[in-house]
């Protein structure tokens, strides 16, 4: 599988995020203590936002913790909202284009799991994709798949939805083909302004996914701690696992949820697959 971060709030150095922690994505990279495999050597990226209109995006097939590109960049670039991922490959290529996070105009996507049985589906769940999306699929994943599935069925419009209807068809296709519990994964994306996360598996046993305690709590029970007083009580933080040891900084999102963060406020919904139509 694969371990990543999400980071919305107070502008800072992507080298505060992936390399800095005590867990960082970088040390998840080798020693991964709640992934499905312990080293995630598949690939990195990162996605970030600044005043272009688009996102910028830096996907390497280097394992994280020996990239020298990955570190160059994230000592110079600066943003307020951040996705990074290490990959663990479930079967497809490791090459670039298969890297997280996935890009459409303002929108990035990145995943943790993956859809059983791949490649019996992968014909039917590509042609569902609508045909003018489907130029832009780059890479092999299902990941990426997926992505272009939830573009399909409305992310500009409505992000959960699309998403429980993305899942709904994936699980309609795998019921077909006779394959047992086809989705596990969390899954984030983002239009840039807000954040979406999700946690669903059809066994109801999916990858693990955190959520940081709001900064001003933690201010309050940490006043000797200088990481925490840079940054904004609207700082959010989305991860694979925890960045630390840091008592009560960390919440699990709950399995089969959605949590939608907005202008430095979260809100945690049920989700769960959801009827679809064919577009």
Same mark, same amino acid.
């Given at each position: 599988?694969?371990?990543?971060?999400?980071?919305?709030?107070?502008?800072?150095? /992507?080298?505060?995020?992936?390399?800095?922690p005590?867990?960082?994505?970088?040390?998840?990279?080798?020693?991964?203590?709640?992934?499905?495999?312990t080293?995630?050597?598949?690939?990195?990226?990162?996605?970030w936002?600044? !005043?272009?209109?688009?996102?910028?995006?830096?996907?390497?097939?280097?394992?994280? *913790?020996?990239?020298?590109?990955?570190? !160059?960049?994230? !000592?110079?670039?600066?943003?307020?909202?951040?996705?990074?991922?290490? +990959?663990a490959?479930?079967?497809?290529?490791?090459?670039?284009?298969?890297?997280?996070?996935?890009?459409?105009?303002?929108?990035? *996507?990145?995943?943790?799991?993956?859809?059983?049985?791949?490649?019996?589906?992968?014909?039917?769940?590509?042609?569902?994709?609508?045909?003018?999306?489907?130029?832009?699929?780059?890479?092999?994943? %299902?990941?990426? /798949?997926?992505?272009?599935?939830?573009?399909?069925?409305?992310?500009? %419009?409505?992000?959960?939805?699309?998403?429980?209807r993305?899942?709904?068809?994936?699980?309609?296709?795998?019921?077909?083909?006779?394959?047992?519990?086809?989705?596990?994964?969390? /899954?984030?994306?983002?239009?840039?302004?807000?954040? *979406?996360?999700? +946690?669903?598996?059809?066994?109801?046993?999916?990858?693990?996914?955190?959520?940081?305690?709001?900064v001003?709590?933690?201010?309050?029970?940490?006043?000797?701690?200088?990481?925490?007083?840079?940054?904004?009580?609207?700082?959010? /933080?989305?991860?694979?696992?925890?960045?630390?040891?840091?008592?009560?900084?960390? +919440?699990?999102v709950?399995?089969?949820?959605?949590?939608?963060?907005? %202008?430095?406020? !979260?809100?945690? +919904?049920p989700?769960?697959?959801?009827?679809?139509?064919?577009?």
């Open positions: 599988m694969c371990r990543w971060l999400a980071y919305t709030g107070t502008p800072v150095l /992507i080298d505060e995020l992936l390399y800095k005590a867990n960082s994505l970088v040390v998840q990279s080798l020693h991964s203590r709640l992934g499905a495999e080293t995630n050597g598949d690939g990195v990226g990162v996605g936002y600044d !005043e272009l209109p688009t996102p910028g995006v830096f996907r390497s097939t280097e394992p994280a *913790w020996h990239d020298r590109n990955l570190h !160059e960049l994230a !000592e110079h670039v600066r943003s307020g909202l951040v996705f990074a991922h290490i +990959r490959s479930s079967g497809s290529p490791v090459q670039q284009t298969n890297c997280h996070p996935f890009r459409y105009g303002r929108w990035l *996507w990145m995943h943790n799991g993956l859809i059983s049985q791949f490649a019996e589906l992968k014909r039917d769940l590509a042609f569902a994709v609508d045909p003018e999306l489907y130029p832009h699929i780059q890479g092999s994943t %299902d990941s990426e /798949i997926l992505f272009h599935l939830a573009l399909t069925f409305g992310l500009h %419009d409505d992000p959960p939805a699309a998403v429980a993305a899942i709904a068809f994936v699980e309609h296709v795998a019921e077909q083909h006779g394959v047992p519990y086809p989705m596990q994964g969390t /899954i984030a994306t983002t239009d840039g302004e807000r954040l *979406w996360a999700f +946690r669903y598996s059809t066994e109801g046993r999916t990858r693990s996914l955190y959520r940081n305690t709001d001003a709590t933690l201010k309050l029970q940490y006043p000797d701690n200088p990481l925490l007083h840079g940054l904004s009580d609207a700082t959010r /933080i989305v991860v694979s696992e925890p960045l630390g040891d840091l008592k009560g900084a960390w +919440r699990e709950p399995e089969g949820s959605c949590l939608v963060v907005e %202008d430095g406020e !979260e809100e945690v +919904r989700f769960a697959p959801m009827p679809f139509a064919m577009v």
